[in-house]
């Protein structure tokens, strides 16, 4: 799983200016005023929960705003939400299943990254029902709700291709929210 393409496109330099501010005016605390500790000890508690329904693994990214490196070559936030995916080691599960859900406050971006394993099973079609039933609670400012139903959303992706093993589920990665 890897990004589309590497080229960046050409962006008049007011508009590479204006995207620099808007993201120098975003910051962690922003990301916490939206979801403050007690909905991020929710949201984590939602993912734990929902890993014991599959056998697949969730991760949740909230991030406010990108490094500068990433805005001076105009970098994308599917390709920020990518990096994220390796740096989570979200791909390291044993059926290549993880998912994670990003979002980057500064653009009011959402990106899901799915790995092959369950990525070859879902169309794009399912993913963008997520993603957009996402974008319409974020949009009436209701982040943890909007963030639960994602994951219930994937969950039941998940479930239907992943079943909990006869085992029991593993937790192969942390559940806790990363905001960044």
Known sequence: MAPTST????????????????HRLWDEADAHRVLPAQALERLSARVAESERRHGGEIR??????LPL????????????????????????TEHNNGVLIYLLLAEHAI???????????VSAEQWRA??????????????EEGLMEAVQAVE???AAHFPPEAAGPRNELPNGVVVL
């Open 156 to 158: 039941q992706l998940l």
């Open 60 to 65: 949740l990214c909230v991030e406010a705003s």
């Open 130 to 143: 997520v993603i957009d039933s996402l974008r319409g609670a974020l949009q009436a400012g209701r982040f």
């Open 7 to 22: 080229n960046t496109p050409s962006v008049p330099k007011s508009s590479r200016w204006t995207r620099v501010l808007r």
């Open 69 to 92: 490196s990433y805005l001076w070559r105009h970098a994308s936030a599917r390709e920020r939400a990518v990096t994220q995916f390796g740096k989570l080691r979200v791909w390291d």
């Open 111 to 121: 990106e899901i990254v799915a790995d092959r394993g369950l990525n070859q099973r």
